[in-house]
């Protein structure tokens, strides 16, 4: 049972380029998220999940784009990377919404 | 989400009791209290949550007043193994979105 997986751990990117990070769960869990964290700030949600097929925004939702296709997949693209969206990435899944959240150990994104 | 308020740091010797204090005087009749934590470059862990009774797993105890406007996580025999950033979160079970408000947390340092 390896959780919620993040891949890749670490990127750098230049302005303009596009990527996406993956994460997948193997916990069957319905409700998949998207967080950033900023040095000295609290984590702020992107994007979110409750089921395949259905994705919401968060409070910072601008500059990446989400789908979820499968349960187990929940990746998050930057269709056009700039310096601002230089942060550590953290996905996170519950059972449902208002079950505790497993968090993965991060992707940490630089961009030049 | 009601707000949060807790001290920016604390240290406690190992093998002792850590515990953990929370300001949430705004709390409301349906928002519970989630305590995570956050190991340096790792993702959030979930600690543990009430609503209004005291609760007991095997990572902590979080006792909550009776007037719900404060709570305190308390690690009964912390180790080296506990220093992180802990995170107290106030959420309404049903909110948009399962978003968990992160605040600044508090730097817990075990010493030797």
């Known amino acids: 049972n390896a959780g919620v997986t993040q891949t890749p751990k670490f990127q750098v990117l230049k302005t303009g380029q596009s990527m996406t990070l993956q994460c997948a769960q193997d916990?069957?869990?319905?409700?998949m998220s998207w967080y950033r964290q900023d040095p000295g700030m609290g984590l702020r949600l992107i994007h979110y999940s409750v089921g395949a097929g259905i994705t919401d925004q968060g409070e910072v939702p601008n500059g990446y784009n989400v789908s979820r296709s499968t349960t187990e997949d929940f990746p998050l693209r930057l269709l056009s990377a700039a310096p601002s969206q230089t942060s550590v990435y953290f996905c996170?899944?519950?059972?449902?919404?208002?079950?505790?959240?497993?968090f993965g150990d991060g992707t940490r994104l630089s961009i030049l | 989400d009601a707000k949060t308020t807790q001290p920016p740091s604390m240290d406690c010797a190992e093998g002792r009791a850590a515990n953990l204090p929370c300001n949430h005087s705004?709390?409301?009749?349906?928002?519970?209290v989630y305590w995570y934590r956050q190991i340096h470059s790792q993702g959030p862990q979930y600690i543990i949550h009430g609503l209004k009774n005291n609760e007991t797993n095997e990572m902590a105890s979080l006792i909550i007043t009776e007037d719900r406007k404060s709570s305190t996580l308390i690690l009964p025999h912390a180790t080296l193994r506990d220093t992180a950033v802990y995170y107290c979160i106030v959420r309404v079970l049903y909110n948009q979105g399962g978003k968990l408000i992160f605040g600044q947390g508090t730097e817990l340092s075990v010493k030797p």
């Open positions: 996170a899944s519950s059972r449902d919404k208002n079950q505790p959240q497993h």
């Open positions: 705004t709390i409301s009749g349906n928002e519970y």
């Open positions: 916990m069957n869990h319905e409700y």
